[in-house]
């Protein structure tokens, strides 16, 4: 065999080594993301009541309160970042650091300081390589994430925008997230988790001409809405981990199925290659036997005369 | 036939029941309350605590409930929970166990939590 003919036959098997790994990926990303599909259906029962029922508290008495007033200047935000803590997903991870970006330069540009608090190793990586600060971090938990999860992330949250301004607290609250709007889409949204507004809140909620009953609170309008409204924003935090989680999923199993088509495209181009380095092969050693064959009969027909 | 009212019981990852009930009990955090049918409208906040639904068929349906809420409006009551589990799905076993655990290292939330459990299964 011909040096360069091992040279095609080598690379074709390491291609399709590789082509074996990104099918099995894309499968097992696929798998993933159906998974992760139920777990968002599996908590939009818990997130729309307690929608509701905030909805209810808001509308039904006058109770302010630090998550839903807005400061009158609001000099300090924070930004949630979620991404990834494994990339081979395309452009899943770039996609969000970008919109997280973009929001950052907008506050900025109105004047505000901004903390950035991030979920995923990816973009940690991210800022930690820019030396930029980050306020928070999380990583470890965002293929497969649980409410505990979301708990971990909001607690600190919570803890800045209840703190004063001048003591390093925040007045709003922005979440960079990717939403799963389905299988081949996936987009970076950025959304303002906090101060909440209630008449937002209240048009999210499905049903528009419902009137809502007048409720009686137990133990006082306040009280319920002292624990009604970080559970809200766990529950925020907890619905855009998963569509995250989901989005993530989604973008592996496009990348590694272009992957493995490219695999296909190049395992085709090299065989065709291979191919005409043997039949070239062939070709030489053709010539060569003619080309020696007759030079011996010329010289065989020399010696006879 | 006597009155029913819809219940859900939702923790915050999964639907944990449905059903319709005719009394249910639950604690908040001044007192324990019982909600019947036609009960004028209610927003709460749950205790830790054993949850009592007594179903239309006569049957009891018992959960045990981590912090959530209570809210009731047009005969339809929803329980909220961080995490909600039935009396049938508690291992009890492992609650006492946790309940152990949870007293030798004086960890007061996990030994409420374990204490709810256990709670919950006698109350079955």
């Known amino acids: 065999m011909g040096a360069q003919l091992r040279v095609y036959k080598r690379r074709i098997k390491s291609v399709t080594a590789t082509k074996k790994i990104t099918k099995a990926m894309e499968m097992i990303a696929a798998s993933r993301v159906v998974k992760a599909q139920r777990k968002v259906a599996a908590s939009t029962p ?5 929608t509701r029922a905030v909805t209810a508290v808001g509308t039904g ?8 007033t807005e ?73 497969q994430p649980e409410y505990a999860d979301a708990k971990t992330v909001a607690g600190p949250l919570i803890e800045a925008i209840e703190k004063d301004t001048a003591e390093g607290g925040v007045d709003e ?75 993530k999923h989604a ?22 290659l291979a191919n005409a380095a043997r039949q070239a092969e062939i070709t030489q050693e053709i010539s060569e036997i003619v080309g020696g064959a007759s030079a011996l009969a010329d010289a065989t027909a020399g010696s006879d005369k | 036939m006597a009155a029913e009212l819809h219940v859900e019981l939702v923790a915050a990852d999964r639907s944990v029941w449905s059903g319709e009930a005719t009394l249910v009990v639950a604690r908040t955090t001044s007192g324990d309350i019982g909600v019947m049918p036609g009960h004028q409208p209610l927003l709460g906040v749950l205790e830790s605590g054993p949850v009592t639904i007594r179903t239309s068929d006569g049957g009891t349906v018992v959960a045990a409930v981590h912090g959530g809420f209570i ?7 929803s329980l909220l929970a961080e995490i909600a589990e039935l009396s049938d799905e508690i291992d009890v076993q492992r609650a006492e166990r946790a309940l152990e655990r949870a007293k030798s290292e004086a960890d007061a939330s996990a030994e409420r939590r374990a204490d709810v459990r256990l709670r919950a299964v006698a109350a079955r």
């Open chain 1, 61 to 68: 008495s006058n109770t302010q309160h630090p998550l839903t």
């Open chain 1, 173 to 247: 609250l922005h979440i960079v997230y990717t939403e799963f709007v389905s299988m081949m889409t996936q987009t970076a949204i950025d959304s303002r988790l906090l101060p909440l507004s209630l008449e937002e809140v209240a048009e999210e909620s499905a049903k528009k001409d419902e009137i809502l009953p007048l409720y009686d609170f137990e133990p006082s309008a306040e009280d319920v809405l002292d624990a009604l409204l970080p559970r809200y924003v766990e529950s925020r935090i907890y619905n855009a981990l998963l569509q995250s989680a989901a989005s």
């Open chain 1, 251 to 272: 973008a592996t199993r496009r990348a590694m199925k272009s992957a493995t088509d490219n695999a296909g495209d190049l395992i085709n181009n090299l065989s065709r």
């Open chain 2, 71 to 77: 809210s009731f409006a047009d005969n339809k009551l």
């Open chain 1, 71 to 143: 400061a009158e200047t609001a000099t300090r935000a924070a930004v949630l970042l979620l991404t990834s803590d494994r990339g081979l997903a395309g452009a899943f991870n770039s996609n969000a650091i970008k919109a997280a970006e973009q929001l950052t330069a907008r506050l900025e540009a109105e004047g505000k300081e901004v903390d950035s608090y991030i979920v995923g190793r990816r973009g940690v990586a991210h800022y930690n390589f820019r030396e930029r600060k980050i306020a928070k971090q999380w990583s470890g938990f965002t293929d």
């Open chain 1, 46 to 50: 818990y997130a729309t009541e307690l």
